[in-house]
């Protein structure tokens, strides 16, 4: 029971508040007031101790649990550096027997053979570009899940949304993370065949010239590998300083007008100048680790070269001919040398790039809660019939921001398991912020929000929907976008979807496994989808916060009452005079109080509610007029 005492039929009377009734601030700050906070800022704060060991096993993970794609990336990756293999076997031979033996026909045959490598490597790229590509989708989906999951966690512990600028930054970690795995999987493939494809080409060939081709090539090859954690150490430094430099002129620019009023222009010059020389100092550091990859780009792939040609007395000694050094000289300058110049700027671009990528999408995530951390029992599959759960909010004040006013200040509240409750009030009096509290989306300043006798942030996400005013439609099948709570059976589908009327929209877009634009849907359109979405929930209490509002009245009243009748406790921010109508009870909002009834008793007993009924209602008494504040 809440503090406002129960009437005899089982309803909350209308009644004062504690400490001089529920005292809420009209309008209030709104979500995300402030600005989001600067890049750098946004990362630092939420680092994760041990990041990189965890982007070194989510990577590790992703591609071990698909080994039947990567034995297709394998086979598909020899067909592609079967050139590597025949290109010098294909034109020493040429030269010895073909050409300078005067066998025309020879010569051209080995040649063809050649270009049919060429054309078995033309297939095997564009096979080993979609087996890439089937393994870092789903990566790439995992990962953005996690940031999505984690920026929400911090939202709404911070109480206030991620902001835009949050958002498109964790975007843009997640699909440079995926792009940078793409093509290190690529380019380190494509080396390790093309390495193997040369040297077994070699062995093939003569031997005796891997002696003067191996040492170089190797001494590189490691040269560079031990470089490449030093190189990703300042590629981050230099990017997190490069952040902090965005980040302070962005600020200067933005308050020059009080820099210039208070007098502070050297300060602000000299703290932007330091944080300038740090990323100079940084971006130096970096350029010298970078020449460090330079010098084994050129140790492992020219040196080889050079010392086949110093060799050459020593070759023709162990009886290499001539047409065998050029068919040498061809794998190094046609296979060895552009496979590891490429293996050397991608992985040096792209694994770093990679690590920086997904350690600051990670750190974006925060770390993953226990399972623990995720309490209350996850109710059955099958929609609720009856019951519901209990919401009991007890001292509860919110504000936007810890210096903003309260815009719920010290509510409580009880609604009962299985209520059907209406919450009506002018315009910025707090309802969404009420529903956001109940949500566990955001974090109340003071008191507490129980949903099921457990805190609204804890709640196990399948034991709660709420479906805001804006509806969230996805690129899919209608199918995909119905039953993205809960994998229920086709009878099922055409049953809440019956109940809610999506039946007919779903007729027009083609039926379940048509693909659903969003952008070809109407406003509407998208609230009728998330509706039935959210009725094949397995949830046991429903939030509609302004969910009908773009529906009209009779699709709204169909859609409330298909909820009602489908069971659980729901709570409906009223858009229409019928919503609160058709509700077991009414929560009003005023600003100064809240009260707590029927909708009968709130228009014989409360001005504000009768007031607005009022203008909902226009001379004609049309119930379904909407509210105009």
């Not at 590597?84 to 030269?95: D, P, R, Y």
């Not at 992985?347 to 690590?355: H, I």
């Not at 009260?595 to 009022?614: F, I, N, S, W």
Request: with cysteine.
């Amino acid at each position: 029971m809440s503090k406002h005492g129960a009437s005899k039929n089982g309803a909350h009377k209308s009644g004062p508040h504690k400490h001089g009734e529920g005292r809420h601030r009209a309008g209030g700050t709104p979500p995300g007031a402030g600005g989001a906070a600067g890049a750098g800022g946004a990362a630092r704060a939420g680092r994760v101790p041990g990041a990189g060991r965890e982007s070194v096993r989510l990577v590790v993970q992703t591609l071990l649990s698909r080994p039947r794609l990567l034995l297709r990336i394998a086979a598909w990756s020899a067909v592609e550096a079967a050139p590597a293999f025949v290109i010098g076997l294909a034109v020493a031979h040429a030269i010895e027997d073909g050409f300078a033996a005067g066998a025309l026909r020879t010569g051209l045959a080995w040649l063809a053979l050649l270009a049919g490598a060429w054309l078995l490597a033309a297939v095997g790229a564009r096979q080993v570009v979609l087996a890439v590509a089937a393994v870092v989708e789903p990566f790439r989906d995992h990962l953005l899940t996690r940031v999505v999951a984690g920026s929400v966690r911090r939202a709404a512990a911070e109480g206030r949304p991620p902001g835009t600028a949050a958002v498109a930054r964790a975007n843009l970690q997640v699909e440079l993370a995926r792009d940078a795995l793409a093509a290190v999987v690529t380019v380190v493939r494509s080396f390790v065949f093309t390495l193997a494809g040369v040297v077994l080409g070699m062995l093939a060939l003569a031997p005796q010239v891997l002696v003067l081709v191996l040492p170089p090539f190797l001494a590189g090859l490691v040269l560079f590998l031990f470089s490449l954690p030093a190189l990703a150490r300042r590629q981050r430094a230099f990017l997190l300083a490069d952040e902090e430099t965005a980040e302070a002129t962005g600020a200067l620019v933005g308050g020059l007008r009080d820099i210039a009023a208070c007098g502070a222009e050297d300060r602000a010059a000299a703290d932007a100048g330091r944080r300038i020389d740090a990323q100079a100092a940084a971006g130096r550091k970096l350029a010298l680790v970078t020449a460090v990859r330079t010098v084994a780009l050129s140790a492992g792939g020219w040196a080889p070269v050079v010392a086949v040609l110093a060799g050459l007395p020593w070759l023709a000694g162990q009886g290499v001919g001539p047409a065998v050094v050029i068919g040498t000289l061809t794998y190094l300058t046609q296979s060895l040398i552009p496979a590891f110049s490429g293996f050397v700027e991608g992985l040096g671009v792209s694994a770093v790039r990679l690590g920086v990528a997904l350690n600051r999408a990670l750190e974006a995530a925060g770390p993953e809660p226990s399972p623990d951390a995720v309490a209350g029992p996850v109710p059955a599959l099958a929609p609720p019939a009856t019951g519901g759960v209990e919401v009991r909010l007890s001292g509860v004040t919110a504000a936007y921001g810890p210096h903003a006013a309260p815009v719920i200040d010290d509510l409580d509240l009880t609604v009962r398991p299985g209520d059907h409750l209406a919450v009506v009030g002018p315009s910025g009096i707090g309802k969404s912020t009420l529903a956001a509290l109940i949500a566990g989306m955001l974090t109340p300043r003071a008191g507490t929000v129980l949903v099921g006798g457990v805190p609204a942030a804890d709640v196990a996400p399948a034991a709660r929907v709420l479906i805001p005013q804006e509806a969230y439609v996805f690129r899919g099948t209608v199918l995909e976008n119905l039953c993205y709570l809960a994998d229920a059976p086709e009878p099922v589908i055409a049953e809440a979807m019956a109940a809610v009327g999506t039946a007919d929209l779903v007729r027009r877009l083609g039926g379940l496994r048509a693909e659903l634009d969003p952008a070809a849907l109407s406003a509407g359109e998208r609230q009728l989808v998330a509706l039935t979405r959210a009725y094949l929930a397995p949830a046991g209490l429903t939030v509609l916060d302004e969910a009908t509002c773009h529906l009209d009245p009779a699709a709204e009243a169909r859609a409330e009452e298909a909820f009602a009748r489908r069971g659980g406790t729901l709570i409906v921010i009223a858009h229409r005079v019928s919503s609160a109508v058709r509700a077991r009870r009414v929560l009003l909002m005023d600003g100064t109080r809240v009260r707590l009834g029927t909708h009968e008793e709130l228009a014989r007993t409360a001005p504000l509610y009768a007031d607005l009924v009022g203008r909902w209602k226009p001379p004609g008494r049309d119930p379904e007029r909407e509210f105009v504040p």
